[in-house]
């Protein structure tokens, strides 16, 4: 679907482990990010197709640097989006 975002995605599994880090705490801001975008009204489609590319972003950092405290932060970002999704604001 986004083939840019999977290349850079497999470009990042192959490099050192600072740049996992930083592709990882970009990963959790953006996450974040969705859920004001969502609160705000963003079209729930398009909210689900960054959610899978973030869970894709997360499968990748847990194989590569597993246990790193960035990839368990944005397991629990993706979960708490899941669990407790943000209502678009009146």
């Known amino acids: 679907m986004h083939p840019r975002k999977d290349e850079v995605r497999e470009r990042v599994r192959g490099a050192d482990g600072y740049a996992l880090v930083v592709f990882g705490a970009d990963k959790v801001s953006k996450a974040r990010e969705l859920r004001m975008e969502l609160a ?3 079209d729930p489609a398009e909210g689900e197709v960054k959610l899978r590319r973030y869970r894709k972003a997360l499968a990748m950092l ?3 640097v597993p246990g790193n405290r960035i990839a368990e932060l944005l397991r629990f970002e993706l979960e708490a989006l899941e669990a407790l999704p943000p209502r678009p604001s009146s």
């Open 62 to 64: 847990e194989q590569e």
């Open 40 to 42: 705000q009204g963003l």
